[in-house]
């Protein structure tokens, strides 16, 4: 079967630096994304890592390790906006490409 | 706004009733996907669409049924739902079920209520 773990909350302040982190068991692996859901809101996709490294997109960067099975979601410069659920998620393909979600980390930023 | 609308927004209803929740999509999209949201729980693959083609029944029970008329509209045709499917019921797109698929675009949900 398929688990993925993270952790279920995470609490900062504004201004910080956090990283919320991912490791998951499964076969088929092609790739990890991670999608962020504020309260009330839809999931929103937010970036994806099928190579290992860095990936960076403006405040948020995501990092994978295939060999470690482990990924994580780096936000810097964290704002007041940022307080919501964050999901990672893994691509894989055994004879069709699905994606498979985590239980999501809450992360609050306090002032 | 994510280009996937749902309807309604929230939903009462009780064990006995059949209602249908409803999904477009204005992206050109070709993969569409019900997920079912409980509080503290993974998103939940309940059926996968492919160009109007059911492509994958997650084991769900068949008191949920899908339809999907064209590749812009899906439905969930909902019966004799037990207490624990309240729940958040997200439908979601993607370009298509190749890798896009790690990018899929969700509408906003419908709270369901089942008394």
């Known amino acids: 079967g398929q688990s993925l773990e993270q952790p279920s909350e995470v609490t900062a302040v504004e201004g910080a630096i956090v990283q919320i982190n991912c490791t998951y068991q499964?076969?088929?692996?092609?790739?990890l994304s991670w999608y962020q859901q504020h309260d009330g809101g839809a999931p929103t996709f937010l970036s994806y890592?099928?190579?290992?490294g860095l990936e960076e997109t403006g405040r948020f960067s995501s990092f994978l390790s295939r060999s470690d099975s482990y990924g994580y979601l780096l936000l810097q410069e964290l704002q007041m906006k940022d307080s919501a659920s964050y999901f990672c998620?893994?691509?894989?393909?055994?004879?069709?490409?699905?994606?498979?979600f985590g239980s999501g980390t809450r992360l609050q930023v306090q002032p | 706004e994510t280009g996937v609308t749902q309807t309604p927004r929230h939903l009462v209803m009780g064990m006995t009733n059949k209602k249908s929740l409803k999904c477009e999509q204005h992206?050109?999209?070709?993969?569409m996907y019900w997920y079912k949201q409980s509080a503290k729980k993974p998103l939940e693959l309940m059926f996968v669409?492919?160009?109007?083609?059911?492509?994958e029944n997650n084991s769900v029970p068949s008191r949920f049924s899908p339809e999907c008329p064209n590749s812009s509209h899906l439905f969930l045709h909902l019966h004799t739902l037990q207490p624990e499917d309240s729940a958040l019921y997200l439908c979601?797109?993607?370009?298509?079920?190749?890798?896009?698929?790690?990018?899929?675009?969700f509408g906003p949900g419908t709270r369901l209520t089942v008394t």
């Open positions: 979601a797109s993607s370009q298509d079920l190749s890798l896009a698929t790690y990018e899929q675009y």
């Open positions: 499964t076969s088929g692996f092609y790739g």
């Open positions: 890592n099928a190579l290992d």
């Open positions: 998620a893994v691509v894989t393909d055994t004879g069709r490409r699905a994606l498979t």
């Open positions: 992206l050109g999209h070709n993969a």
């Open positions: 669409y492919s160009l109007e083609e059911r492509v």
